[in-house]
């Protein structure tokens, strides 16, 4: 061991039969200790003055650097292909997706509408043996009211619900048209709700309001009429409007602290807005149409009324969600 310390770092002492001197080339090179490889095999018969010394390449600094950047690059650019194939995979997902919606919705109204058509043109299906298509068309509205004062007579309640649910439903796919939606990209949760509420409440309260005010103005003056449309476009128009917005707010999971709060702030809009609309209706209503009947009537009119609703509701709510989402990502 105490040989091997004793070897100099530029140059090899050997005996006579040493290798051939090194070149100018060689001379220049440096060997360190932790730039020898010492590739020698003891054994017996070797001497001291066979030992080779093998030069390791050293790394430089700055071929570091260099092989570090190409492979950063390298991995960059890999990066940015899959980032880019994984946007386009979900570009093209999300566009299946809306397919699959639209054609969701479409096969929804062509199935309901197919429904509601036979159901009303088949109204005299008993008695259809020899008629011509034009007398099916002839009588099938007459037939078709013949059989609406019938259920008013047997279940009047139930009969008013399910109008309301109808031009509820109809109404709030409306109002999403209105909004710009196509037309057959219209949110169904949003529909069910409203139709949900037209169903349980618009047409069971409507139907014991009309007979409460029929009882509150049991006279036959010139007055009644007027009173009746100021009771309704004050009372009754406050009460509904608030039970509508809040109900429908429930429906979409709010907090009650959210709804009331933007239940102040609409109340008084909503309550006016429609008096540019029900006071000129409601003459009809309470002078020319009879009582069983007015809330066909009401609904009727509800088609444009609930699209100003159900628009100005879900416009709050839309609104609402939006901010939020804005505060989340900031």
């Not at 050997?14 to 590739?39: G, Q, V, Y």
């Not at 386009?88 to 566009?95: Q, V």
């Amino acid at each position: 061991m105490a040989c091997l310390k004793a070897i100099n770092h530029f140059q090899i002492l050997s005996s006579s039969n040493s290798t051939k001197p090194l070149s100018s080339d060689a001379k220049k090179t440096i060997f360190t200790n932790k730039s020898l490889n010492f590739d020698a095999k003891f054994s017996s018969k070797t001497s001291w003055h066979q030992l080779r010394l093998v030069p390791v390449n050293v790394v430089t600094k700055e071929e570091k650097d260099l092989v570090a950047a190409e492979t950063s690059e390298k991995n960059g650019e890999e990066k940015a292909i899959s980032g880019g194939e994984v946007k386009e995979k979900g570009r093209i997902l999300s566009t299946l997706l809306e397919d699959k919606e639209r054609l969701l919705n479409a096969a929804i109204v062509l199935g309901v509408g197919t429904v509601a058509i036979t159901k009303l043109l088949s109204i005299d299906h008993e008695y259809w043996h020899g008629w011509t298509l034009y007398e099916v068309l002839k009588y099938a509205p007459e037939h078709n009211w013949i059989a609406y004062e019938e259920a008013l007579k047997s279940n009047p309640v139930l009969a008013k619900m399910t109008i309301s649910g109808i031009v509820y439903s109809v109404g709030d796919w409306i109002a999403q048209c209105y909004e710009g939606k196509p037309l057959f990209e219209f949110d169904r949760q949003r529909i069910f709700r409203s139709g949900l509420v037209g169903f349980t409440l618009h047409g069971s309260l409507s139907h014991y309001y009309y007979q409460f005010c029929e009882a509150l103005f049991p006279f036959n003056d010139w007055w009644v009429v007027p009173a009746k449309v100021v009771v309704d476009q004050t009372l009754w128009s406050a009460v509904w409007n608030s039970i509508y917005y809040v109900v429908l707010g429930f429906l979409r999971s709010e907090s009650s602290a959210s709804i009331f709060d933007e239940l102040k702030s609409t109340f008084w809009p909503m309550l006016t807005a429609g008096w540019k609309l029900w006071p000129f209706a409601h003459v009809i209503t309470y002078g020319v149409i009879p009582v069983q009947q007015r809330l066909l009537w009401v609904d009727c009119m509800e088609l444009i009324w609930v699209t100003i609703l159900s628009g100005f509701s879900n416009e709050k709510s839309e609104a609402r969600l939006s901010e939020a989402a804005e505060d989340d990502t900031s």
